[in-house]
């Protein structure tokens, strides 16, 4: 830090060292993060026990926590009041699996078994915690469930029923099994959870001879492979091969169903019988989380992200107004509304542009035929609109007393290029390290329809100099980090930044001086950022939760472990070659898992 660092009166930790070793890292004055829930824990606290050679089958996976930690949420245990922060729901995303690590014997040869051990170690956690004698523990509750890749949910919005979400099984479009790569996630003022489809592309394939995908299927990455079109295809494969066991993600055989994924999923934790809505009135992409407030007049407003590169920056107004005495009608808002995608001026202002048929760009077409079509079709109708193509949006986070909005752009190496210019908002060739954004809306309504934009800061290492003369140079003020993915407001309004810095990245080149991921606190205002945390090797941190006395922190570690090749599966006979994280050198291999944090003292997070 320099004598010019800039001052905060959000927190006073003292900050942590960036590292290279195999342990989550955190200020002295808070002791030992605690794992409280690592892939293979039992849900209810009790069993089915994990099996440290990852011999559990797919039926007692679907009573353990998922893998792939990612979006999380804490939800008062029902009933109690809400400011009891001795115990609660935790609702968490199961983002992916790595094949390599999720059975015992690696995903060669891949079987039915498998297949479906893999969709119940994807989606959805509910569960109970609760602080004994000092110690947070997961505890049995009739709340406690799993949702999976097969769990049944409904379709809500205008692709409800539409020619392009039936299938042979589905004929009316309305039903849907399960949701995956579950990303970040959002909490609705009225107690629900949003859990937010990303990468689903990977999970479809077609081995038949010749098979091409269509336009629309290119569009979202689809391929005949499982690899993305964009980035991978002819570089790669996906590994998780479901649609060699389960048709429904063959893309020959059932090239609907790929159109039912890339929703935000609605889950209520204070109802274990309820059936999960996948809200298409939100729009259909590679969804990071799902940001939710209230405008003036009391509609529910949601921001979101679709995270690849060039892509846009989305939000949705709800037609109908929020009732704090209703939540019936509030459970219904995410049902109808008007979507939007945000177009970044170079002069500073910026545009929310509605995604409804008959608006300008918006025509009717074979396309665009009804405005189903345009929940489905999202990102070809952004397209047509001039929307702006960002730095790979990730999460958006809504400042809880000014409603100043911010989001991470976490890299991008195409920048730069014909198809993606530089502009004002994102400004860097190469983007290597990544940026934070923040917009006020016109009049501090969140349902405005034009706003004024800036940057909050350029990620990355200042001795690296910008990959093309004259760019914007690295301008954080305090402790240094890239790839910021993770983005959250503590009800103080301290905002937290957690980083994906992929492990291909990892201390290499751009990245050498800067350790493993890791989680670092903003002031807003002044701008100063302190590292508060950093994770084992190989993981990203991602995920975070606080009771509401803000004593208690949960945050998710992602991936322990995970190779330094993209797209390389650990090796199921050398599991622990990266990291041991968390159950040392006599566990098994490593597990993604929720820590809890608490400061010695009892004092606040932060302090
Ligand atoms: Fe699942 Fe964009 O991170
Ligand atoms: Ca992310
Ligand atoms: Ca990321
Ligand atoms: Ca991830």
Redesign the pocket.
């Known amino acids: 830090s320099s004598a010019k660092e800039p001052e905060t009166s959000l927190f006073s930790f003292q900050g942590v060292g960036v590292s290279t070793e195999d342990k989550v890292h955190i200020p002295d004055a808070y002791g030992k993060p605690k794992v409280l829930y690592a892939w293979g824990d039992p849900i209810d606290g009790q069993g089915p026990v994990f099996k440290p050679d990852a011999g559990n089958s797919a039926e007692e996976q679907e009573k353990q926590a998922g893998m792939g930690h990612?979006?999380m949420q804490w939800f008062p245990w029902p009933g109690d009041d809400a400011s009891r922060s001795d115990r609660g729901l935790l609702v968490m995303n199961h983002?992916y699996t790595d094949q390599g690590l999720l059975f015992t014997d690696g995903l060669e040869p891949i079987t039915e078994e498998k297949v479906r051990k893999s969709q119940a170690a994807h989606g959805v956690s509910i569960i109970a915690v609760e602080k004994k004698d000092g110690e947070w523990k997961v505890v049995p509750s009739q709340w406690s469930r799993r949702v999976t890749a097969y769990t049944p949910m409904t379709l809500t919005g205008p692709a409800a029923g539409c020619e392009l979400v039936r299938t042979q099984a589905d004929a009316k479009g309305l039903n849907v099994l399960g949701t995956f790569n579950n990303?970040?996630s959002g909490k609705t003022p009225w107690g629900t959870y949003l859990a937010c489809e990303?990468n689903v592309h990977g999970y479809f394939g077609c081995d038949a001879e010749g098979f091409q995908p269509n336009a629309d299927q290119k569009r979202y990455g689809f391929t005949a492979s499982g690899a993305n079109y964009e980035k991978e295809e002819g570089k790669a494969t996906s590994l998780y091969h479901w649609w060699k066991h389960d048709q429904r993600f063959d893309l020959g055989k059932n090239p609907h169903e790929a159109n039912r994924f890339g929703f935000v999923v609605e889950i209520d934790p204070q109802n274990p019988d309820s059936v999960p809505r996948k809200h298409t009135a939100l729009g259909r992409f590679k969804h990071?989380?799902a940001a939710v407030t209230l405008s003036k007049g009391k509609h529910a407003v949601v921001y979101m992200g679709d995270?690849e590169k060039n892509e846009y920056i989305y939000k949705f107004v709800s037609s109908g107004t929020y009732d704090p005495a209703n939540r019936e009608s509030n459970l219904k808002l995410l049902e109808t509304g008007t979507l939007y995608v945000a177009q970044f001026k170079d002069d500073g202002s910026g545009k929310w542009l509605p995604l409804v048929l008959g608006q300008p760009g918006l025509v009717k077409s074979d396309v665009f035929t009804n405005q189903s079509d345009i929940s489905v079709r999202t990102r070809q109708a952004a397209d047509k609109v001039g929307a702006t193509t960002m730095d790979r949006p990730?999460?958006v986070a809504v400042h809880p007393i000014s409603g100043k909005v911010f989001v991470t752009l976490?890299n991008n190496s195409s920048r730069g290029e014909e198809s993606a210019k530089i502009n004002s908002a994102n400004p860097r060739t190469k983007n290597a390290f990544g940026h934070i954004i923040s917009w006020d809306e016109a009049g501090g309504d969140a349902a405005a329809e034009t706003f004024q934009w800036s940057i909050f800061l350029l990620a990355g290492d200042p001795t690296i100099p910008p990959a093309k003369d004259g760019e914007p140079k690295v301008n954080i003020k305090g402790d240094i980090f890239g790839s910021p993915?993770?983005l959250t407001f503590d009800p103080r309004g301290i905002l937290w930044i957690?980083t994906?810095v992929s492990s291909s990245k990892i201390g290499q080149k751009d990245y050498k001086n800067l350790g493993n991921n890791m989680m670092l606190a903003a002031d807003p205002n002044t701008g100063l950022v302190r590292r508060f945390l950093t994770g084992p090797k190989g993981c990203?941190i991602?995920g975070l939760a606080f009771t509401p006395d803000l004593k208690t922190m949960f945050v998710n570690i992602q991936h322990p472990g995970e190779r330094s090749k993209e797209n390389e599966p650990s090796d199921p006979k050398d599991p622990k070659a990266v990291s041991t994280w968390p159950d040392g050198a006599n566990g098994g291999r490593p597990r993604p898992a929720t820590v809890v944090i608490t400061h010695s003292d009892g004092k606040l997070i932060g302090e």
Do not use: K, L, S, V
């Open positions: 990612d979006g983002e990303c970040a990303e990071e989380n995270d990730e999460w976490t993915d993770g957690q994906d990203e991602t």
